[in-house]
């Protein structure tokens, strides 16, 4: 049974104004009720869970609601519209007369030019001119321009679906976004119309209420005008229930694992550590030919990286590199090697892809480096691989170099062990012999989770000269890619690595 003391005023409203036949809508509580929209939407949804009141039918009605860049084009007119008049007013133009004379982006004249140049309207002469050809077939762009200006027109500046015709329906939706709509003269909103009605539960509490004279009236609070007033003498206040728990206070904090991150870098910075950033799209060339990688490699394989789709390719490779790499991969350069003796691929080099390892920028780096020069990077990489609770299909990786003619393996394997035991917190480390294309020697540092037991953290070594000398680097070089998701494990307290990117707020809120 539900305790009407519990209710709360708009509720005891909705329950003494309705019967439980009657259809109720966010609407007639406004027109009836006097309640905003926002009020009538929250009383259902504590009737709701209340049963005492259950959904009949629900519509869902779209919108088109005039964006900012809308805004523009009703002000100025569209891309499209303008391109065609100016064109007809003035032909014989060239594409970045017209986007200087209307004072638009090219890549804006050239979307215009093509739709255009489909529709037959216009076209470039000989001399890359543009002409006109003939008046407009597809009526849908200037019809858009008149939707704008109706939506221009109202308060809201929103326009229903219910109130355009079916050519008009068809013109809006080419034009229009429900998401990311910064770069859409129209916005797509979708609001459902919901119709509710009383349960017989419901009838049952007004009846209580309307004995006991609940009216949804009642205050709720003693004030200070009152008390000199004497109007509190005629007032009925609603009963306060000390049951109930106070409010939970949340405090705001910062995302644990981005402090761990944070604190990272701020640890490596007070090393004396420059920090260096890289593109997540990189080519083949800076993700594995300038790190010796064979282009036979097994890891070069379409199941371990992601490659982009559109565009396939980058237009070219830096020079010297570009050579030096490609003598490094065939013949060994002038690096002392024998290389790895097979005809390199420029085409394949210039690939794109989701870097896979952080070590593509350390690489990057190296030819600008100053010596003696330490330097890091926290990357986002890719690599297809199967997801558990030590491995993500994308993660952070940890790579840093340090290039100087006094260092060797004893520097480097006290570097690993501040990331494993410092940083991380373990107690356990041991370090075991590994083999990577770029570097020698080379090794990898595992640490033990008090949970998961003996797991990897990263990959080391000095990088061979095959990787420096083609990059114009003749002094050794310690290079590292640690997967910090991790150390974050260590550190955190966590079990699982997906816990660190959680959708649920509460393990966040309570990871220290």
Same mark, same amino acid.
């Given at each position: 049974?539900?305790?009407?003391?519990?209710?709360?005023?708009?509720?005891?409203?909705?329950?003494?104004?309705?019967?439980?036949?009657?259809?109720?809508?966010?609407?007639? #509580?406004?027109?009836?009720?006097?309640?905003?929209?926002?009020?009538?939407?929250?009383?259902?949804?504590?009737?709701?869970?209340?049963?005492?009141?259950?959904?009949?039918?629900?519509?869902?009605?779209?919108?088109?609601?005039?964006?900012?860049?809308?805004?523009?084009?009703?002000?100025?007119?569209?891309?499209?519209?303008?391109?065609?008049?100016?064109?007809?007013?003035?032909?014989?133009?060239?594409?970045?007369?017209?986007?200087?004379?209307?004072?638009? +982006?090219?890549?804006?004249?050239?979307?215009?030019?093509?739709?255009?140049?489909?529709?037959?309207?216009?076209?470039?002469?000989?001399?890359?001119?543009?002409?006109?050809?003939?008046?407009?077939?597809?009526?849908?762009?200037?019809?858009?321009?008149?939707?704008?200006?109706?939506?221009?027109?109202?308060?809201?500046?929103?326009?229903?679906?219910?109130?355009?015709?079916?050519?008009?329906?068809?013109?809006?939706?080419?034009?229009?976004?429900?998401?990311?709509?910064? +770069?859409?003269?129209?916005?797509?909103?979708?609001?459902?119309?919901?119709?509710?009605?009383?349960?017989?539960?419901?009838?049952?509490?007004?009846?209580? #209420?309307?004995?006991?004279?609940?009216?949804?009236?009642?205050?709720?609070?003693?004030?200070?005008?009152?008390?000199?007033?004497?109007?509190?003498?005629?007032?009925?206040?609603?009963?306060?229930?000390?049951?109930?728990?106070?409010?939970?206070?949340?405090?705001?904090?910062?995302?644990?694992?981005?402090?761990?991150?944070?604190?990272?870098?701020?640890? #490596?910075?007070?090393?004396?550590?420059?920090?260096?950033?890289?593109?997540?799209?990189?080519?083949?060339?800076?993700?594995?030919?300038?790190?010796?990688?064979?282009?036979?490699?097994?890891?070069?394989?379409?199941? +371990?990286?992601?490659?982009?789709?559109?565009?396939?390719?980058?237009?070219?490779?830096?020079?010297?590199?570009?050579? %030096?790499?490609?003598?490094?991969?065939?013949?060994?350069?002038?690096?002392?090697?024998?290389?790895?003796?097979?005809?390199?691929?420029?085409?394949?080099?210039?690939?794109?892809? #989701?870097?896979?390892?952080?070590?593509?920028?350390?690489?990057?780096?190296?030819?600008?480096?100053?010596?003696?020069?330490?330097?890091?990077?926290?990357?986002?990489?890719?690599?297809?691989?199967?997801?558990?609770?030590?491995?993500?299909?994308?993660?952070?990786?940890?790579?840093?170099?340090?290039?100087?003619?006094?260092?060797?393996?004893?520097?480097?394997?006290?570097?690993?062990?501040?990331?494993?035991?410092?940083?991380?917190?373990?107690?356990?480390?041991?370090?075991?012999?590994?083999?990577?294309?770029?570097?020698?020697?080379?090794?990898?540092?595992?640490?033990?989770?008090?949970?998961?037991?003996?797991?990897?953290?990263?990959?080391?070594?000095?990088?061979?000269?095959?990787?420096?000398?083609?990059?114009?680097?003749?002094?050794?070089?310690?290079?590292?890619?640690?997967?910090?998701?991790?150390?974050?494990?260590?550190?955190?307290?966590? %079990?699982?690595?997906?816990?660190?990117?959680?959708?649920?707020?509460?393990?966040?809120?309570?990871?220290?």
């Amino acid at each position: 049974m539900i305790e009407i003391k519990n209710l709360h005023p708009l509720e005891i409203k909705v329950l003494r104004a309705f019967l439980p036949e009657e259809h109720l809508t966010a609407s007639l #509580l406004e027109e009836k009720l006097a309640f905003k929209e926002g009020h009538a939407n929250q009383v259902f949804s504590w009737l709701k869970l209340k049963e005492l009141v259950e959904e009949k039918s629900r519509t869902t009605d779209t919108f088109y609601e005039l964006t900012e860049l809308g805004k523009q084009y009703v002000k100025n007119g569209t891309p499209l519209m303008r391109v065609f008049r100016l064109v007809k007013e003035q032909g014989a133009l060239s594409l970045p007369q017209i986007a200087s004379t209307l004072g638009l +982006d090219n890549k804006d004249v050239g979307t215009a030019f093509g739709q255009l140049s489909k529709d037959g309207c216009i076209m470039m002469d000989t001399d890359k001119h543009i002409i006109y050809v003939k008046e407009l077939s597809d009526k849908k762009h200037e019809c858009i321009e008149t939707l704008l200006k109706r939506a221009s027109q109202k308060p809201d500046n929103i326009l229903s679906e219910k109130e355009l015709t079916s050519e008009e329906r068809e013109a809006i939706k080419t034009v229009s976004k429900k998401r990311g709509a910064l +770069d859409s003269p129209f916005k797509i909103l979708e609001r459902d119309s919901v119709v509710f009605s009383l349960t017989e539960q419901a009838n049952e509490v007004r009846q209580q #209420l309307e004995k006991e004279n609940i009216t949804g009236e009642e205050t709720g609070q003693l004030t200070a005008e009152m008390l000199k007033t004497g109007s509190w003498k005629t007032m009925t206040f609603r009963p306060y229930n000390i049951d109930l728990p106070p409010a939970r206070i949340i405090p705001g904090r910062y995302n644990s694992y981005n402090s761990f991150l944070e604190g990272v870098k701020d640890k #490596l910075a007070n090393l004396g550590f420059q920090e260096i950033e890289g593109d997540i799209v990189q080519t083949d060339f800076w993700n594995s030919d300038a790190l010796f990688m064979p282009q036979f490699h097994a890891a070069r394989n379409i199941h +371990d990286v992601y490659y982009i789709k559109n565009p396939t390719k980058a237009k070219s490779i830096e020079e010297p590199y570009l050579t %030096n790499v490609i003598n490094a991969h065939e013949n060994g350069g002038n690096t002392g090697s024998r290389g790895w003796n097979y005809t390199f691929d420029v085409e394949f080099t210039k690939q794109l892809l #989701l870097r896979s390892q952080g070590t593509a920028c350390s690489v990057r780096k190296l030819s600008t480096s100053e010596i003696p020069g330490k330097y890091f990077t926290i990357s986002r990489c890719f690599r297809y691989d199967k997801v558990d609770a030590t491995h993500l299909s994308d993660f952070y990786q940890l790579d840093g170099i340090i290039v100087s003619k006094e260092v060797n393996l004893r520097t480097l394997l006290g570097i690993l062990k501040m990331f494993a035991v410092e940083i991380a917190g373990a107690t356990e480390v041991k370090y075991v012999g590994a083999y990577f294309p770029f570097t020698e020697p080379s090794l990898e540092v595992h640490v033990k989770h008090p949970v998961l037991g003996w797991f990897e953290l990263g990959g080391a070594g000095i990088f061979r000269p095959e990787v420096t000398k083609a990059q114009g680097v003749d002094v050794p070089v310690l290079a590292w890619g640690i997967g910090i998701d991790r150390m974050a494990l260590m550190a955190l307290g966590a %079990n699982d690595l997906r816990e660190l990117f959680s959708y649920d707020i509460e393990k966040v809120r309570l990871r220290k």
